[in-house]
């Protein structure tokens, strides 16, 4: 009896892992309009794929925790883990659509460079604590992982605050404007790893 | 024994709807001044009454639990509950606040308007969600109603968008400033709303 | 047996004194700086440290919280009480870097005076409700702090509002936008206490 459960909780984490390397993708494909400061229309909507493809990952494993009985961990983290997840690629995407509304296209910004990377760094470390979610034993390792993220949430912080700096020793007022809402964005991605981050130790915690 | 509690249970159920039409209230109330463009001071004092009924029926739910042994789902979800429905309102009061200081009274903003629409809708939605907690077989349709919460998050965003790409045209520098910090305040109240409807799911993935 | 869990337990609790008495230091030093205007090197060194000691007795409780089997309250409460506290001086020193980084040393202004002296009282009481808590039978008694701490909250606002409505005043429009994110920093560390003050109330709702 037992045995029929063991295949839908191993969905989950794949679905887990699946969701985590459309984000990997996501931040990557950001990492590369970005350094080639690309916001136009096909840049908005190949970045507007990827957040679909994490929506519909994450609204299947919706469905499935609606349908499924038993669950690898407690319900409501699935449904928080999931959500936060998404939201990760929900912002990159606000900045992407804010570049093009905002006409910022062919700006390159050595400052949403460094940014863009600590992101994709930090997504990659959100990937491998999820991966390692399956395995618990571990739980050591993931601790790690949510480590690396707090401490990349750390250089993020250092980023912002020397990009700001130097940001109000433009002259152009729309310009200051314009920008200090993208890095604060780009800020909030980050923030957004380390809540994922967060979720994950307290799956663990309860675990243990 | 059984019996003496079920009267308790539904006392939740009806704060929380009474909560939810107080808050409809209050989006409806905000659509007419934003209608307008009427932010003075009877606006702002009436908009206060709506948020103090609010603070009132919060408060009452809060003591409720501490005094009630049996509680139709999770206390603290009792907790988030009523406390993030209240927010709804906060911001709302926040956005007629900052209006009136900032002397903006007697502005009409199309974006505004859209903006109090959609609210209004998604507060509707939320109250159609919360009502039907107390039964839980209806889950697929509590479901439907956060579903189209997610909906008008993702309206209010491209409302947003549009808002902000034309507000970067303008010549006054203060009066972007302005409508820049109320559009966010707008796009704030659907967000929480959307934050309300993933506590709702939440409570129904929880008792599933 | 049961008597070997017990300074365990108890450990937990100081740890969380411990650390409400650094928050408590920190805040009592923001007031200070922001009373002479001081956001040079010293200044920002010295709120640094006040941070690395916070993040240090948090990292001491989440390892304690990894190797304990029996804790006061609810695992993942030890957990978010902890990064939330910790949070509050995040804050502190992200207003504290930013006036430096801003170069608005220098400048007193009377609505962040106000703002750190509402900010160190809504600490003294979110310090006086976390020193309580090893006394749940004097449940009310922490509500009383709780109830405290929002009213602060709508000191806080109340400041904000007409600080802001001032702030646009101004003529220099760098200076208006770097104060309002002042502004909105000081805020957000009062909704900061706030939101702690949430998460004691859950914990005593929860054992209630």
Same mark, same amino acid.
């Given at each position: ?12 984490? @794949? /679905? ?5 390397? +459309? ?24 970045? #507007? ?10 609204? $299947? *494993? %919706?469905? +499935? ?16 883990? &999931? ?15 804010? %570049? ?5 296209? !062919? ?8 940014? =863009?990377?600590?992101?994709?760094? &930090? ?32 250089? !993020?912080?250092? *980023? #912002?605050? *020397?990009? %700001? !700096? ?5 002259? /152009? ?10 890095? $604060?964005? &780009? $800020?909030?991605?980050? /923030?957004?790893?380390? @809540?994922?981050?967060?979720?994950? =130790? ?5 675990? &243990?």
């Amino acid at each position: 009896m037992g045995f029929s459960f063991l295949p839908k909780e191993e969905k989950f984490y @794949d /679905d887990f892992d699946n969701l985590s390397e +459309k984000i990997v993708n996501a931040a990557k494909y950001f990492m590369v309009i970005v350094e080639k400061g690309d916001f136009g229309d096909e840049s908005l909507m190949r970045m #507007r794929e990827h957040e679909n493809q994490c929506d519909e990952i994450t609204h $299947e *494993i %919706m469905n +499935k925790l609606n349908k499924t009985f038993i669950t690898p961990f407690d319900r409501e983290d699935i449904h928080s883990l &999931a959500h936060e997840l998404d939201s990760i690629v929900d912002i990159i995407l606000t900045i992407t659509n804010r %570049m093009k509304i905002y006409k910022m296209s !062919g700006q390159i910004d050595q400052y949403l460079v460094k940014f =863009s990377d600590v992101i994709y760094r &930090a997504v990659l470390e959100i990937a491998k604590s999820v991966n390692t979610l399956r395995d618990l034993k571990k739980s050591d390792l993931i601790h790690n992982y949510c480590i690396e993220v707090k401490q990349l949430e750390n250089v !993020g912080d250092q *980023i #912002r605050d *020397i990009a %700001m !700096g130097e940001l109000f020793n433009h002259n /152009d007022i729309i310009h200051i404007m314009k920008w200090k809402e993208i890095y $604060e964005h &780009a $800020e909030n991605v980050i /923030d957004q790893c380390e @809540d994922v981050a967060n979720i994950v =130790s307290t799956i663990v915690v309860k675990q &243990a």
